[in-house]
């Protein structure tokens, strides 16, 4: 069976500071990994998504992504937060078919 | 561009009574429709998943008796929760995809209040 851990439930940091939120996952295949993030009170925005080819991935407003096959990771990076990225971070799996597993969710906090 | 829109945004409901709530695809032929919820302070769980051709599969303590689901073409899904409680609230996200390897595009969510 797939699934996704995102073992920080929350994370806190300041604005200009960088940023690593951590997905580990468990698949034995290859995955296609996607970050999401929800706004407070809002639904769920595509930040990045890996299929294949090179396990760095840009997506929108500074964020990155790495994807590692040897540590089943897909971590998320931006290099200095902006007190607008505070929300809850997805990570989520599809494997081979239509469904998508969800991790928990990272609530992250940019404080001033 | 492709989108998913989803209504009502948000909606109440008396304990006990239903809520049905629509999905639309734009711009893509939507091959899979699947429906999530969030409860308060969770994660998405999905509850079912309808791909065109095949029968909707539904998740495990999520059943068609209290969530009956319908994707009559490759635009449209709804889903009506039956005999609300409080444990049905949350908002409620609508996925669709193009293809089986596709990314899932997510509509903004219904979010039902029961009271």
């Known amino acids: 069976a797939q699934s996704v851990t995102q073992p920080d439930a929350r994370v806190t940091v300041s604005e200009g500071a960088s940023l690593q939120l951590r997905c580990k996952y468990s698949y034995s295949g290859t995955p296609y990994l996607f970050w999401y993030v929800q706004y407070p009170r809002q639904g769920l925005q595509l930040l990045l998504k890996y299929y294949s080819g090179d396990p760095v991935v840009q997506g929108v407003n500074g964020f990155e992504a790495e994807f590692s096959k040897s540590n089943s990771s897909f971590h998320l990076r931006k290099a200095s937060v902006h007190w607008s990225d505070s929300a809850v971070y997805f990570c989520a799996l599809s494997a081979g078919g239509y469904k998508v597993v969800f991790g928990s969710g990272t609530r992250l906090l940019v404080s001033p | 561009g492709a989108l998913v829109y989803q209504y009502p945004r948000r909606t109440i409901c008396k304990s006990g009574t239903s809520m049905r709530m629509e999905c639309q695809a734009v711009?893509?032929?939507?091959?899979?429709v699947a429906w999530y919820r969030q409860s308060p302070q969770k994660t998405f769980e999905l509850i079912a998943l309808s791909t065109v051709n095949s029968a909707i599969k539904y998740e495990q303590n999520f059943t068609q008796e209290k969530f009956p689901i319908s994707h009559p073409n490759l635009s449209f899904s709804s889903m009506t929760v039956l005999n609300a409680y409080l444990e049905d609230r949350g908002l409620y996200l609508c996925g669709a995809r193009p293809g089986q390897h596709a990314e899932q595009f997510f509509g903004p969510g219904t979010r039902l209040t029961v009271l």
């Open positions: 711009g893509f032929q939507a091959t899979s």
